[in-house]
């Protein structure tokens, strides 16, 4: 899990709680249409760029749901990398997997 990674690697104390707005920037992610289509495309190098863009207007999206993670992501770079990096393959892995869109 995402935060068990965070809270090794940050000392931060992330709750299961806090897991829940993780898992729901994966999804808003995995329903993207633009997202699917890069990933779909893309080796997971190219994917990054698309979805590096996306990942912090979905954070922006969500900012009012976790202050504390929104603020965390968007002030400590190497916080940012790591989550991005997680959730990258997460999503890309899904929607590969998934094979191509009805």
Known sequence: MLIEVINERFGTEFTMADQLFFDQIREDAL???????????????AFKFVFDKKLEALFIDRMDQNTDIFARFMNDKDFQRVVAETLLKQVYNKIRSDGPAA
Do not use: I
């Open 31 to 45: 329903a993207d249409g633009e997202l699917q289509d890069a990933a779909r495309a893309n080796p997971p190098e």
